[in-house]
């Protein structure tokens, strides 16, 4: 059994099949597999077929869902169907997608999209009480995720946040030097937020070994964390931002530019990834990495 719910920008969710008043009907979902991909190529001259042109693209993704709708009176239908459309409307925060969420109950299983409804048209009229309802979507990701984030972390005794620590791992008066095993179960790659935290540490440094890309804060004088200090390096919109507990109503700050030139914004490719972390001088603090796993379908 599959159950959808939508959660729209205010965090208020609705069912969308209950088995109640509405169910899934037979067939009912279109554009949750995997959509056709798209391919860049350029045909070569005197020979057959093309030449491809980068890896494959995937557009944003459209999906249709089918309603069989029942309601004691035709009245009560109507009144239904006008509620469903009013609560996924997509007016109701500028700029912020509601999350469509599918629930694979027989294999526990849970998939998540950010997207808005697109279309609510006419229902097919069945019977005065009885109905199917369409409801269109559109996700400018086209990605499926895990809701449950992963966290892996790397923690310091005496300070930081707490959490299992993953070993090899060694500390002291050198600070951070360690590595996080992060083992992505998506069909694709995920894009990690890291969070460091620590007392005394300075110039991060990060390298996925598996895919041999580092991002470093080294550049210029660097930077050094104090006690409730914390960084954010968001890998997806290649961002970092430093929040300085010293300064009073602070608000996190970006800091883009203590990068190295060396640095690259790194994703967590599918299947196992070795982090390694150096961070000189902590003596106490963690690095978080949290990711959500994505997958090509439902």
Not at 152 to 179: K, Q, R, Y
Not at 180 to 204: C, H, K
């Amino acid at each position: 059994m599959r159950r959808l719910t939508y959660t729209d920008p205010n965090g208020i969710s609705y069912v969308l099949n209950d088995d109640i008043t509405a169910s899934l009907k037979q067939g009912g979902l279109r554009g949750f597999g995997v959509p056709r991909l798209e391919l860049a190529t350029q045909r070569v001259p005197y020979q057959s077929g093309v030449a491809l042109l980068g890896d494959p693209y995937m557009p944003s993704r459209e999906m249709r869902v089918a309603l069989d709708v029942s309601k004691g009176t035709f009245g009560a239908r109507i009144a239904w169907e006008r509620a469903l459309r009013r609560n996924l409307s997509p007016f109701k925060q500028s700029g912020v997608l509601g999350t469509l969420t599918v629930e694979d109950t027989d294999n526990a299983v849970t998939r998540a999209i950010d997207c808005w409804m697109t279309e609510c048209p006419d229902s097919e009229y069945l019977g005065p009480s009885v109905s199917t309802v369409f409801v269109g979507f559109l996700a400018p990701d086209p990605w499926f995720y895990d809701p449950t984030a992963r966290v892996e972390t790397l923690a310091m005794s005496g300070g930081g946040v707490t959490f299992p620590v993953t070993f090899p791992v060694t500390f002291g008066a050198t600070g951070i030097n360690g590595n996080i095993y992060a083992n992505n179960p998506g069909d694709i790659e995920a894009w990690p937020l890291v969070r460091i935290q620590a007392t005394a540490g300075s110039n991060p440094e990060l390298e996925n070994v598996t895919t041999g890309k580092t991002i470093a804060l080294t550049a210029g004088s660097g930077i050094t964390l104090d006690a409730g200090d914390y960084i954010d390096i968001d890998m997806a919109e290649a961002t970092v931002e430093w929040y300085d507990a010293s300064v009073y109503d602070a608000e996190p700050e970006p800091i883009t530019e203590l990068l190295s030139d060396e640095s690259e914004f790194w994703s967590i490719i599918t299947g196992g990834n070795t982090i390694h972390v150096t961070m000189p001088g902590a003596t106490s603090g963690s690095v978080m990495l949290i990711y959500k796993p994505r997958y090509l379908a439902a």
